[in-house]
Every structure is written in structure tokens, then in C-alpha cells.
């Protein structure tokens, strides 16, 4: 069922996720185009990038494709179907996982929470979804009663927790509180821990050398305006390299595997926006990027 534009007033959500709900919106990810006609992304999209929205147009929506079906392959590898989605926004992850019959609990701060819930609960209502196993609820990942608190939904199942954009507005105290929660959550369960957040450096670093000066102003841009937006000096929660970063979180007790985030293992549906003398060179930047499966030492 189409959804039709929404006219309720979603300004408090960031324009950043506004623009990643856009990107996305170009893909075939189940539910995205429904979520950024209901945030008017595109119109957010263009007032923030100007003229440079329809050269991003080339690269965006094929990388944010790829991190958000690298985390489902994750699932999918582990055979898991229930979900904690941290800092969840408008992520139409929860609409697809319960579409499916899978338990889904989308967590975020209370005021993204406030705004986005009512986006995703009105799309499952036109969408004809039951709302059993939706549970949406306000949870701040530095809190470990408010996460426990969620986690009580799956009562018991076993399920993953997973995350993605989020580590890149921690620092590192804050990582550490968060990589505590998680595995103390997961001790319980029988689940792991989906990201592709941890080296995200690493990102930055090979679409500039691939892409040139342009994107290096186009990534640094956006980092400026992200840290304007939050507060926070996203430049200065960065880990210096990747192997850092895993030593990092091994320390707090997870195992980690590591798998490509894009390897041919489902489809990229926005591939046809790259250009085609950098598409193949694109792919295979993609290709070097990871996505990392945490499961707690136990």
C-alpha cells in the first residue's frame, strides 16, 4: 500500500538522517521511499548538499545501501530474526523484520524517539503490518536499566543487537559504556552484536583517495555540519586505524568477525547511479569495507 505525503511537522528529526533516509529512498530497501516521503527527504536533502546533491547522487546511495544490507547478511549469517536496533531513527529495519515474523525493539533518544515512532507506526498501519511485534520505545545506550528494560520484549529469544551510524558520535568513554551494555545484554542471550560502525575512518579515508580532493571537501563538509548539528567533534572520536579499533572492543570481552560489507552476496539496487568510468573501481572500494559481528566471550 502507497503511502501518500505526510503533512506532520517532523523538523525535530536531523536533517542527517533525513539525508540518509533519502539515499536510501533511491534503493530497493524495503520501506525507504515510504520514510522519506513521510520526512520530505529529498526536499531536506537538496536544501543541505545545493548543487552538489546530484553529483553524491553517483556514490551515496549505493554506500548507505550496502551498510544497511551488510547488517541484514549479518542476520541472515547468524540466523537471527529478532532485533534490537540502537539509535534506530528512521531506519525501516523494524517495518521489515516484523513484516517477516520476526520481533523487532527500535530504541533511540527521547526526542528522535518521540518523532520517528510515529512515522514508522503510521507506515505499518497503511501498510496493512500488525503491530504485535513492533515495540519502539525511548532508550539511551549509555543507560543499561533502559536497555535491559527494552530487551525485555524478546522474553528470552534469542536476538541480535545491531547499529548503524552510531559510533562515530561517542567518544571513547562513551564506547566504552556502550560496549559494557551490550555485551552485559547479550551474556544472556544467545545473540551477538551487528555493526559496521567500528572502523569508520577508514571510510572517509578510501572513497577520498578513490574520489579525489572533491570528496575530500564534500566529506568534510558533512563531518562539520554533523558536529555542528550534535555538538559533538565527530573528528576526535575516530580510532586511528582499524586494527586500534578492534583491540578495542576485544578488550571488552567480544569475539569479532569480520566479513566484507559488500561482496556480491545480495543485490546492490543503486549500482546504475555510479558513473561508469568509476564504477567498477567504486565496487571494489565497497568491497574493502567491513562489517563486524561482536558475540561476547562466554
Request: with cysteine.
Amino acid at each position: 500500500m502507497a503511502i501518500e505525503n505526510n503533512e506532520n511537522d517532523y523538523s525535530k528529526i536531523s536533517p542527517t538522517a533525513k539525508i540518509t533516509a533519502y539515499w536510501k529512498s533511491l534503493s530497493d530497501i524495503p520501506y525507504s521511499k515510504e520514510i522519506a516521503i513521510a520526512v520530505k527527504a529529498e526536499q531536506t536533502a537538496r536544501q543541505m548538499t545545493g548543487d552538489r546533491i546530484e553529483w553524491s547522487k553517483g556514490f551515496s546511495p549505493s554506500g548507505f545501501e550496502a551498510r544497511y544490507k551488510a547488517i541484514n547478511y549479518g542476520l541472515r549469517k547468524n540466523g537471527i530474526e529478532n532485533v534490537m536496533e540502537l539509535a534506530s531513527g528512521l531506519s525501516p529495519r523494524g517495518l521489515e523484520i516484523i513484516s517477516k515474523g520476526g520481533i523487532y525493539v527500535g530504541t533511540d533518544l527521547p526526542e528522535m524517539y518521540n518523532e520517528s515512532s510515529k512515522i514508522i507506526i503510521d507506515i505499518a498501519i497503511r501498510e496493512g503490518i500488525s503491530l504485535n511485534n513492533l515495540h519502539l520505545q525511548s532508550a539511551n545506550v549509555l543507560d543499561i536499566d533502559e536497555l535491559e528494560n527494552a530487551a525485555k520484549y524478546f522474553k528470552g529469544k534469542k536476538f541480535a543487537i545491531c547499529n548503524e551510524g552510531l559510533l562515530m558520535y561517542l567518544n571513547k568513554d562513551e564506547k566504552s559504556q556502550m560496549a559494557e551494555n551490550v555485551r552485559k545484554i547479550l551474556m544472556n542471550n544467545d545473540g551477538c552484536w551487528i555493526t559496521t560502525d567500528i572502523d569508520f575512518k577508514s571510510w572517509g579515508e578510501a572513497i577520498i583517495k578513490l574520489l579525489g580532493e572533491h570528496m575530500n571537501e564534500v566529506i568534510k563538509s558533512a563531518k562539520e555540519n554533523i558536529s555542528n548539528q550534535t555538538d559533538t567533534d565527530i573528528l576526535k572520536n575516530d580510532f586511528a586505524n582499524k586494527p586500534e579499533a578492534l583491540k578495542f572492543y576485544k578488550n571488552f570481552g567480544f569475539e569479532i568477525e569480520e566479513y566484507p560489507m559488500y561482496a556480491g552476496d545480495y543485490i546492490l539496487s543503486t549500482v546504475h547511479f555510479i558513473p561508469d568510468n568509476l564504477k567498477e573501481r567504486f565496487i571494489s572500494t565497497l568491497k574493502s569495507f567491513s562489517a563486524f559481528i561482536l558475540t561476547p566471550k562466554r
